[in-house]
């Protein structure tokens, strides 16, 4: 069995195959199932590094894996959420374009300077914690209409805008600064 096959990583391709489950649940109404998929994902996105750490079975495959199918699920999230009109549009754009940004540059780094490290920074990892949150206020919302998820929904969708764009530049300027320490010699850390 290969060494990447452990309980921690299992957990993170648990949530990959839910994916199409949620994203169905969600475009078919099927709210209450729906809010149970995303939740128990998010549940185990937390096991699973908790698992990793504890447990001693870090990979490489797993801190590669975890972070991908993170975006793969809150993109299906999001995405079938404003097909539904439940998010707006703007917010999912603000969400890809992000996403698509520190793709690039951590792509062009790699290429470019051979650099393999691109660890998240407290920003993104806020970021992304306030985007499950909305979606799952939205998906409470849905699923039970007047349990007062609502108001949860309306006082985090700018936040969560905000630190979006936020922690994007971010991410753009800790590339710059980690291009321009490769350039000089420097290591970037």
């Known amino acids: 069995m290969p060494d990447w096959i452990n309980i921690a990583n299992l957990f993170t391709l648990g949530r990959l195959l839910a994916v199409p ?18 939740l128990v994902a998010a549940l185990t996105d937390v096991i699973d590094g908790t698992l990793a750490r504890r447990l001693g079975v870090a990979t490489n495959a797993g801190a590669f894996l975890d972070p991908i199918v993170d ?34 540059s951590s792509g062009a780094l790699l290429a470019l300077h051979r650099m393999r490290r691109f660890p998240p920074s407290i920003w993104g990892k806020a970021s992304t914690f306030l985007q499950i949150a909305l979606a799952l206020a939205i998906l409470v919302n849905n699923a039970y209409p007047g349990a007062g998820a609502f ?19 971010h991410y753009m300027w800790r590339g710059f600064r980690d291009l321009s320490r490769l350039r000089s010699g420097v290591s970037p850390g």
């Not at 949620?22 to 729906?34: K, V």
């Not at 703007?90 to 520190?102: C, N, Q, S, Y």
């Not at 949860?152 to 805008?161: E, G, K, N, S, T």
């Open 21 to 38: 489950f949620a994203a169905l649940d969600i475009l078919a109404g099927n709210h209450t199932r729906a809010l149970t998929i995303v």
């Open 71 to 104: 975006k793969i699920f809150l993109s299906a999230v999001y995405i079938c959420l404003a097909m539904i009109s439940t998010v707006p549009w703007w917010l999912v754009v603000e969400i890809f374009t992000r996403d698509a940004i520190i793709l690039a």
């Open 151 to 169: 108001e949860w929904q309306r006082a985090l969708i700018w936040p969560v805008a905000a630190l979006t764009a936020f922690s994007g530049v």
